[in-house]
């Protein structure tokens, strides 16, 4: 493990930061974490998104390890790590391109035809339209082949009817890229096409979806006839899945298992603000012993993130640490708001800014956090990934393997 940029990395991260600050303010010492999708998704919000992702483009720090031919600087992973460290550090917008650009750009990249590519990816790098992914279903979500949503051929269009759910920032969304069932007769697996969809178009419906925090970031997308071009077919018909998988291969490099050190910093200014038996709490032994533990689990997180960076940065294929990053760090961030909002008091259970320690930072992160401990892989789905692949475990029983979708039951055996 290499803790240290090479010359060259640190000269670029110098370059990186010199551009950012002549284009966006420095973040104050004692600032809160970075606003996440989610906290703000306003109109006006969202027009900062557009106006700071073409700030990047016009500068050529958009899309950093994208190909040259297609917008991009053909640079490395660790120059994009690099960059989104140094970003980390300003005020800026909250990113509404994860998706856009970390996992829709590269599966057009993939699979697209010249023209699709001529077409979108300009935009995207530009910040000109926002896309979303249209995977999950109410009864395919970590099973995603188990999907439903139909789409049947009508001469050169074809009409999709079904629904998608945990589809993050859909209202917000220009363009989609949705997977379907054409063929119901061939194998789970083997009857996917993916399209891409337009989000405006009739029969498509956003309902968004009230969460407990009182965000709207997930939605519902309803499907009723919609009619998409045959042209809007991304990959071969039939081809679905492995589109998809590509999609879901970068999606686990786009959101990664984030950082947990700027938290960790809040929770112990909130110990020594906080007072427990008329005394800083930190100076509880048991909170100390609390925050100790706290501390050494995100060093864990940090260090193992380190050995990733240190692939990335030998040019190396990463390992399961992206899995194990997020299967770790996702119940401990709603671990460490549960434990903040205890050390709040009576407080803990009030959610207006106004009054409330931070901000009510931490209330909004307790009950955001399942929704992270879902999205990108449930902790069962990626402790299965660990499981079967790291350590070499028998995989589950799949009873539904070699069968045609049509005979797979849909419910219990009748009587």
């Not at 010492?29 to 483009?57: H, S």
């Not at 920032?169 to 789970?188: I, Q, Y």
């Not at 042209?231 to 998988?245: C, K, M, N, Q, T």
């Amino acid at each position: 493990m290499d803790f240290d940029d090479t010359p060259e990395e640190a000269a670029f991260r110098q370059k990186a930061y010199d551009w950012l600050s002549q284009n966006a303010k420095p973040l104050p010492p004692d600032a809160t974490g970075p606003v996440m999708l989610g906290e703000r998704e306003d109109d006006a919000t969202i027009a900062e998104c557009k106006k700071w992702q073409a700030t990047k483009a016009e500068g050529g720090w958009a899309c950093l390890t994208w190909p040259k031919e297609y917008g991009g600087q053909g640079l490395t992973s660790m120059h994009n790590v690099i960059f989104k460290q140094e970003e980390a550090k300003f005020e800026v917008p909250p990113d509404v391109y994860t998706i856009t650009l970390g996992m829709l750009g590269p599966t057009l990249m993939a699979h697209g035809n010249d023209e699709q590519k001529a077409q979108y990816l300009p935009k995207m790098i530009r910040g000109q339209e926002i896309w979303c992914q249209l995977f999950s279903e109410p009864a395919a979500g970590s099973d995603l082949a188990g999907l439903r949503t139909s789409a049947t051929r009508d001469g050169d269009d074809w009409i999709i009817n079904g629904q998608k759910i945990w589809s993050t920032g859909a209202h917000f969304c220009d363009w989609g890229m949705v997977v379907t069932r054409s063929d119901p007769n061939a194998v789970k697996h083997a009857g996917l096409t993916y399209f891409i969809v337009d989000m405006n178009a009739p029969g498509v419906e956003v309902r968004p979806i009230k969460q407990i925090n009182g965000a709207s970031g997930f939605n519902e997308v309803f499907f009723t006839d919609a009619r998409v071009p045959d042209s809007y077919r991304i990959g071969g018909e039939g081809d679905g899945w492995r589109v998809a998988l590509t999609t879901l291969m970068n999606e686990r490099v786009a959101i990664g298992a984030g950082s947990s050190s700027g938290r960790l910093r809040d929770l112990f200014a909130l110990a020594r603000e906080t007072e427990r038996g008329g005394k800083p709490a930190i100076e509880d032994s048991a909170v100390r012993q609390k925050l100790a533990d706290f501390y050494v689990r995100s060093k864990g997180l940090v260090n193992t993130g380190y050995r990733t960076l240190s692939a990335v940065s030998r040019g190396a294929t990463p390992g399961p640490e992206g899995s194990i990053g997020k299967a770790i760090g996702a119940p401990m961030g709603q671990e460490m708001a549960s434990f903040a909002m205890e050390l709040q008091g009576a407080m803990g259970a009030a959610m207006e800014p106004s009054a409330v320690p931070q901000d009510a930072f931490w209330q909004e992160t307790y009950l955001g956090m399942p929704g992270m401990r879902i999205a990108g892989g449930t902790d069962e789905i990626l402790k299965n990934i660990i499981a079967e692949r790291v350590l070499g475990l028998p995989p589950e029983i799949r009873v539904d393997k070699d069968k045609p979708f049509r005979e797979i039951p849909t419910g219990p055996p009748s009587k």
